[in-house]
């Protein structure tokens, strides 16, 4: 069984600077992957960044990283530059890959991010 | 433009009325997953179909009903049996793979009241 928590319901950050959203995950399978997705108002989810448990390195996508910690279970997303249309919920999510060849998806509660002008 | 469907936008179902909630796909993938999503929550899985005529239950399947007779499309059916059906639906795909990093990509929803 997979967990995502994400304690954060809401944040704010002004427009330009950094902003850190939290996720700590739990899972009983040996390799993993973490992802983040963005939900606008509109509703449709965007796939933001992906991290394999075995990678080597944080990713990183344009303005989106991913802080992750294995040792601490957390994968934590790292928005710079934020803009206006940040604005929006933010969901961690989880697959291991004793879920077969389906990308069967356990998800987190979200974060609501507020960008200031 | 690839990518998935969702119709109708909003939904009103009636006490004891059945309801369909279409999904079609044009990305050629073999997975298709249906999700319930409540306010201040996140998704839960509803089910999932890893290839035509085939579907398995995912944690939430009581009062759903699904079918996959073509690749392309993954309809899901409110039954009247499920008592609290508002909710945010969001219908999903992905390619089937063993590989970690398989992305699942969204529709836009559809939005079910009960009148």
């Known amino acids: 069984a997979q967990k995502i928590t994400q304690t954060q319901p809401g944040m704010f950050v002004q427009e330009k600077e950094a902003v850190t959203l939290d996720c700590t995950y739990d899972?009983?399978?040996?390799?993993?992957?973490l992802f983040w997705y963005k939900q606008p108002s509109s509703g449709e989810m965007i796939f933001l960044i992906y991290q394999g448990s075995y990678d080597q390195q944080n990713a990183t996508e344009g303005r989106y990283s991913l802080n992750f910690q294995k040792a601490r279970k957390s994968a934590n997303l790292v928005i710079s530059a934020s803009q206006l249309g940040d604005s929006a919920m933010y969901f961690c999510?989880?697959?291991?890959?004793?879920?077969?060849?389906?990308?069967?998806?356990?998800f987190g509660t979200g974060t609501r991010l507020q960008v200031t002008l | 433009d690839g990518g998935i469907t969702q119709s109708p936008k909003y939904l009103f179902r009636k006490e004891g009325q059945n309801v369909t909630l279409s999904c079609e796909q044009n990305l050629n993938h073999d997975a298709m997953y249906w999700y319930r999503q409540d306010p201040g929550q996140g998704l839960r899985l509803i089910y999932y179909?890893?290839?035509?005529?085939?579907?398995q239950k995912g944690d939430i399947a009581e009062g759903y009903s699904v079918s996959r007779e073509k690749k392309e499309s993954f309809p899901l059916t409110v039954t009247s049996a499920q008592k609290n059906p508002t909710a945010f639906y969001l219908c999903a795909s992905s390619e089937t793979s063993g590989r970690l990093r398989n992305i699942q990509y969204f529709g836009a929803g559809t939005r079910l009241s009960v009148l």
């Open positions: 999510a989880m697959r291991g890959l004793n879920t077969g060849t389906a990308s069967k998806l356990t």
């Open positions: 899972t009983s399978d040996p390799s993993y992957g």
């Open positions: 179909s890893q290839i035509v005529n085939d579907f």
